[in-house]
């Protein structure tokens, strides 16, 4: 009997080892799930391929529908018939960047490529509603139409006349409090500035297209989100954002294919890609218009605030900021000019006052060249910021590192491999001056 009872005691431990192991494994959530799919590729592969060549082997043979869905408030679609001020609502309320735009006038039978005209940002209405006010180049003369006569009338109603560098310095608190409540900001639709403001064109993926695919487009081809449609019903399924790739490396952590490249320092995978004078960047005595026109000029999702007359970065202005120019201009009321500084400061103000979460509340995100990818991954998903910045050990900037750089070094883009993917997607605006 003692027998008996020892061996149906040892069953039990080596039953619950076993449920223990099988629990470990079980994937924490559907990200997770996701990296074990690539764990089994990566396994499979053949062992003369280099680690990269594994991964993008991986990739490659892990279908875009297998991505998690976004959650539903963040797949937005905007009417090419909503007004400035609505689109402008829709995106700050949902906290995301930008969102496609339908077409209300398409045919309800129209493929996707026609049922949406292109996607609607906070960064590129600032940018146009800016850049309307600025005389055309010489080399380009033509007469205004009469959607960037009423917008020059407008804000030369506001004795701002031409908005560049030196006169964007001037731009007192009040400007964006008038520019909200004009006709002009209430009535001008989404339509009427597509083709003009956008930084890429509505470019989709179908389900059957690759991780790889994917991740290409997020990095080297520099989409912030990319859309995924089906084909059969002409609509989006899903939306694909760097954030969300990230989160997703964040949760396979532990699993071997990570681990083999996330123990890499940032150095040693040619991070950050600039040097120190290379950095884009506003001093924090400049107009925060400078900030966003940069964004806008370099294709870029934010740019560091140095102080005067060093080198050290005291804030961050990202595309996600400039909704605060647009949703809550009365913030600036009282200042006589709203400088990368009075802006932060300003941010910060409301924010604290209304019990808002928010990154430009916290430190800024830093790091150095010998943390490892894996820790900068892990940091930013936990901080939900889409850049790190490198600084040396007296504080000083070295170098701005992105989600796009970090998915770049994942992945890399074998010879003609997009072949046609782009051809009749991309179409060149027809009135683009942005």
């Not at 909503?82 to 995301?96: D, G, M, P």
């Not at 910021?385 to 007296?394: F, I, K, L, S």
Request: proline share 6%; net charge negative; charged share 25%.
């Amino acid at each position: 009997m003692v027998e008996v009872a020892t061996m149906q005691m040892q069953r039990e431990k080596i039953l619950e080892r076993e449920s223990s192991m099988e629990e470990s494994r079980s994937p924490r959530s559907p990200e997770a799930k996701l990296g074990m799919q690539v764990e089994d590729l990566w396994d499979v592969q053949e062992p003369q391929l280099t680690p990269t060549e594994k991964l993008n082997a991986c990739f490659e043979n892990v279908p875009v529908s297998d991505f998690p869905q976004a959650p539903s408030d963040q797949v937005i679609e905007i009417k090419s018939n909503t007004s400035l001020a609505e689109a402008v609502q829709i995106l700050a309320e949902h906290k995301i960047l930008s969102a496609p735009v339908v077409d209300v006038d398409a045919p309800e039978d129209a493929s996707w490529i026609d049922r949406y005209l292109g996607m609607v940002e906070f960064a590129g209405i600032v940018v146009w509603i800016v850049h309307q006010s600025e005389p055309p180049s010489p080399r380009s003369p033509r007469s205004p139409t009469a959607l960037e006569a009423a917008a020059t009338g407008m804000i030369a109603s506001l004795e701002l006349g031409d908005l560049g560098p030196e006169s964007a310095a001037k731009t007192s608190g009040n400007f964006f409090e008038a520019l909200t409540s004009s006709d002009f900001y209430k009535n001008t639709k989404v339509r009427d500035i597509s083709g003009s403001f956008r930084w890429a064109p509505f470019l989709a993926l179908q389900k059957s297209n690759s991780f790889l695919t994917m991740l290409l487009l997020l990095s080297k081809y520099k989409m912030k989100s990319v859309p995924v449609v089906d084909l059969g019903e002409g609509k989006i399924d899903n939306i694909i954002t760097q954030p969300a790739v990230i989160h997703m490396l964040a949760e396979c952590t532990g699993l071997h294919w990570f681990e083999s490249w996330g123990t890499k320092k940032i150095s040693e995978l040619g991070l950050p890609t600039m040097t120190p004078n290379q950095i884009i960047k506003v001093h924090e005595d400049e107009p925060v218009l400078q900030a966003f026109k940069l964004m806008r000029k370099k294709r870029i999702g934010g740019v560091p605030v140095i102080e005067t007359g060093g080198n050290k970065a005291v804030g961050n202005i990202s595309l996600r900021d400039v909704h605060f120019l647009l949703t809550a201009p009365e913030i600036y009321h009282d200042y006589r000019s709203i400088t990368a500084k009075n802006f932060l400061t300003a941010v910060r103000n409301h924010l604290e006052k209304h019990k808002e979460a928010s990154p430009l509340l916290g430190k800024m995100i830093t790091c150095t060249k010998d943390q490892t990818i894996k820790d900068l991954i892990l940091m930013l998903d936990a901080k939900k910021v889409h850049r790190a910045y490198v600084v040396a050990e007296n504080g000083d900037l070295e170098g701005v590192i992105t989600l796009r750089d970090i998915i770049s070094r994942l992945v890399h883009e074998p010879r003609g491999y997009f072949g046609d993917f782009f051809d009749g997607v991309l179409p060149l605006p027809q009135n683009s001056r942005v």
